[in-house]
C-alpha cells in the first residue's frame, strides 16, 4: 500500500520569511515518482516538480526547491522569500502505477 | 499538464439527475485514470482504465458510479441519481503506460455541484 503524509495541515507566514512543507511516503515499489502540485483558489493542479526514486539529487528552480531524502522517506519542498502569489494549497504525490496524494498543506503569506 | 482535456469544468445537477464527466487523454495515451477531490481534501484515486477494460477500480464506490473508456471517445464517468454528497472536484490523469515509472498528466479538472 502506498502512503503520502503531509503532517502541516496549515502555515502561515509573512511575506519575505522562507517557508518549508514537508512530504513523508511510505512504499513498497522501488520505482516510483514523487511529485509536488499548487492548487490555487481557483482549483486547478499546477504541475510544480518532478522526481523518480533514483534521482535523489537535490532541485532548485528559482524560489523553489526540493530535498529528496530516500534514508527517511521524505521529499520536502522549501520556497524561499515567499510572496502573496504562493498563497495556495500544496499537495504531495506519489505515483507508482496511480497516484496517491497526500491530504495537503494549505499555506497563507501575508503582505 | 496540458493535453488532457476534462469537460465540462462546472457542472451543476440537481439531487436524483445523472452526471457525466468526460476526459479526452493527451495524444497517444491509452490509460486513464479518475480522482476525486471532496472539499477541502486530497485527490483520491478512484479508477484506472486502458481502452476498453477496467484495470483497478479499487478506489469506486461500490453504487451509483461507473467508468469507461470506449475504443473511441473520451473516458465517461458516470454518477447516477447524485446526491449532494458527490459535490467535488473530479480529476482524470492520463499515461502512455501502465508501467510503474511512467508519469501520468493531469486535466484541469470537473466541479461537480450538487443542488
Known amino acids: 500500500a502506498q502512503k503520502v503524509t503531509q503532517a502541516q495541515t496549515e502555515i502561515s507566514v509573512v511575506e519575505k520569511e522562507d517557508v518549508t512543507l514537508d512530504c513523508v511516503y511510505e512504499?513498497?515499489?522501488?520505482?516510483?515518482?514523487l511529485f509536488w502540485y499548487k492548487q490555487p483558489p481557483s482549483g486547478e493542479l499546477v504541475f510544480l516538480i518532478r522526481?523518480?526514486?533514483?534521482?535523489?539529487q537535490n532541485e532548485i528552480s528559482g524560489r523553489y526547491s526540493w530535498n529528496f531524502q530516500k534514508s527517511t522517506s521524505s521529499f520536502n519542498f522549501t520556497i524561499t522569500a515567499s510572496q502573496v502569489v504562493d498563497s495556495a494549497v500544496y499537495f504531495c504525490a506519489l505515483h507508482a502505477g496511480k497516484s496517491t496524494f497526500g491530504d495537503g498543506t494549505t499555506l497563507t503569506v501575508k503582505p | 499538464n496540458a493535453g488532457v482535456m476534462q469537460n465540462p469544468r462546472h457542472l451543476v445537477r440537481r439531487r436524483g439527475q445523472e452526471a457525466r464527466l468526460r476526459c479526452s487523454p493527451m495524444k497517444g495515451h491509452s490509460h486513464v485514470y479518475w480522482y476525486r477531490q471532496l472539499p477541502e481534501e486530497g485527490l483520491k484515486f478512484m479508477v484506472y482504465?486502458?481502452?476498453?477494460?477496467?484495470?483497478?477500480e479499487s478506489g469506486m464506490p461500490k453504487e451509483r458510479f461507473s467508468a469507461e473508456f470506449p475504443k473511441e471517445g473520451p473516458s465517461i464517468l458516470r454518477i447516477q441519481q447524485v446526491v449532494r454528497g458527490d459535490s467535488a472536484a473530479y480529476f482524470c490523469a492520463s499515461s502512455p503506460s501502465p508501467r510503474v515509472n511512467t508519469e501520468a498528466f493531469f486535466g484541469q479538472g470537473t466541479r461537480l455541484t450538487v443542488v
Open positions: 522526481r523518480n526514486s533514483f534521482d535523489e
Open positions: 482504465l486502458q481502452k476498453e477494460n477496467i484495470i483497478d
Open positions: 512504499t513498497r515499489d522501488t520505482t516510483y515518482y
